[in-house]
């Protein structure tokens, strides 16, 4: 199926650093049909480097979408029965207002004065967003990793909006371990000559920055197993330099690759968002955030994820229980690491599919 | 006690690559007496980004060594029964002949002309030193990371010179995942528009991608559980930007210090021996590396040491194992990560102690 990104816009956000931005943007798609209850909408989130387009074939790039072995007809988020909506975030790159939008006050592109966002600002945007498409209340909301966060944040901030989440492979804060990687990210952008302060547009870009965050963001996201298996010792014949690992040439290859798609002061503001995302902030403890309403949880971890590892997933379990919340949790078995949530459609899709067609049946009765 | 770095210097020394280095210098330090029949030496190397000073208190800099809680009087390696040899490597920046040496042939620093060097290569260098100190047969040499790599390589390089050897939390080859964490803070460097190709001393130093290349490192050699122990979501104040996180100053502190003690063309060098290091390229099998002599073996790893995972360690011992060679294996309880080798010196201790003990009473039987 040919899809197309869509724009809707607002007036004005107001967001968690105590500033607005006015207006305010959103890129979306939709897959499927609203049925006429407005009871079958599922609102898809993005990881770290993600975009609308999760689902089908883009008609402007023919490519298809980030998570499009689980969206479509049949598969995990079946489209012959749900409406979904896949939303870009908050200071992103990628059509929703961010760093690289144009600030009205100025004239030209935030910058350095793009204000700080929360994952709380990105949900506080989709729900705009939801609205405006006519929806109430949402059958599910899903995403892995920071799609995880804004997840969770959704059942946080509008319990009684939100029947269902499935956060896959998140936390409800960061380790230190997981901060001190995206540091190295904005380390390596910082140190860029050519990041400018952050004002570089209509300049040189940050490329090699950008490059080399994006290689640490692309180890963590394997294992130490799928890297074996992927590269192992294996060399690539290789002009002019000696023969490079093929590990090597792999990482310059994508290092390279997202400079072409992706801001360096979007991955300094939402790798920030994702580092100040703390669940137990606004509340006394975890469990206490899980009060209000009766949405239901399926929470999913992989086994060799060591970025998210499962036992963050099993401390959002464990509060949830203990407020006597319906959660169900499954580690599943994979060797792919963080990325796993992306490429294990199989095991994911029965769990998934059984779950939505639960809570879809519980509401309609 | 206090101590000096010594250097020894030598005609020439023929590398793996082909080329020679002619004249060519290696740092080292000993502590305690060598024995009249020559018997009690103990070979100490150091990882990565170390130097010869492993014990005792620098004349020159006041500081103690970075295994002075190993090596000294009643320690581990006991300098009361042992004379210890430190040896700084080829390729280094402390004194033994490196990139930022001077080329007799140009009279100006090697650069990016210093020739690629091997981990055998570090230890056919180490070979002259103990040579020239009156050495033939080492009693022990160990060491930790790439220290345990130039261990190894010792007993397949001069199985008849040693009689024992302790590899600690160390692998006979690198996993895709290590050299890809090597390779990102290699790209860190080259990005750095004041690298120069090599080319920089007398002008700006690389300090900035340096930096970023040691903040990757740190991360690596702790745990998931050391970082959160030791810095957990605790912020810092700081002046002008919003507060860090500590484990960010800490980072930052990090990479700022090492820049003012390493060269980043060693860096380089070095990470890329390490890299290419494969005991199996030689040999048939890992199996074939240990047929000759009779060195005996006690390998150490730690149980969150997620660098260089026990599994490494285990191919070890299940390679000299199958040739029924002398080995003992222990997996330590820790929680440091990588760091454990540095810092567990309680249980390493007693291990060592026994394992010397025994080796030197069944060299005099």
């Not at 006519?134 to 059942?155: D, F």
């Not at 919340?325 to 994979?334: F, G, N, P, Q, T």
Request: glycine share 10%; with cysteine.
């Amino acid at each position: 199926m040919s899809v197309s990104t869509t724009v809707a816009r607002f007036d004005t956000l107001a967001l968690d650093c105590g500033q607005r931005l006015a207006p305010v943007q959103v890129a979306y798609e939709t897959y499927g049909e609203l049925n006429t209850q407005r009871s079958n909408a599922i609102l898809i989130l993005h990881a770290f480097s993600g975009d609308a387009h999760a689902a089908g074939i883009s008609a402007e790039t023919g490519k298809p979408g980030w998570w499009d072995n689980m969206i479509g007809p049949g598969k995990a988020f079946d489209t012959r029965c749900y409406y979904v909506i896949s939303s870009n975030v908050l200071g992103g790159c990628s059509g929703t207002t961010g760093p690289s939008s144009i600030d009205p006050g100025t004239g030209s592109p935030y910058g350095s004065n793009f204000p700080p966002v929360s994952i709380a600002d990105m949900v506080r945007l989709q729900q705009l967003l939801t609205e405006s498409l006519g929806i109430s209340r949402l059958l599910c909301v899903s995403g892995g990793s920071m799609g995880g966060m804004q997840a969770l944040q959704w059942a946080a901030s509008y319990p009684d909006k939100v029947a269902s989440v499935i956060p896959i492979a998140t936390t409800h804060r960061h380790s230190a371990q997981q901060i001190a990687f995206n540091e190295v990210g904005r380390q390596a952008i910082l140190a860029d000559p050519d990041f400018n302060r952050g004002d570089f547009y209509g300049g040189k870009y940050p490329e090699r920055g950008l490059a080399v965050a994006r290689m640490v963001g692309h180890i963590t996201y394997m294992s130490d197993g799928s890297m074996r298996e992927k590269f192992g010792r294996r060399r690539r014949k290789s002009s002019g330099e000696s023969d490079l690992f093929e590990v090597e040439s792999y990482l310059r290859y994508r290092g390279g690759q997202f400079v072409s798609r992706f801001d360096a002061n979007s991955y300094l503001v939402i790798s920030r968002a994702m580092d100040t995302f703390d669940m137990t902030a606004d509340c006394e403890t975890l469990e206490d955030c899980f009060t209000r309403g009766d949405t239901r949880f399926l929470v999913l971890s992989f086994t060799s994820d060591w970025l998210y590892p499962s036992y963050q997933s099993q401390e959002i379990v464990r509060a949830l229980r203990s407020r006597n919340r319906d959660v169900a949790y499954i580690e599943l078995e994979s060797n792919y690491g963080h990325d796993a949530f992306l490429l294990e459609a199989g095991e994911q899709t029965s769990l998934i599919r059984g779950f939505l067609e639960n809570t879809f049946q519980r509401l309609a009765a």
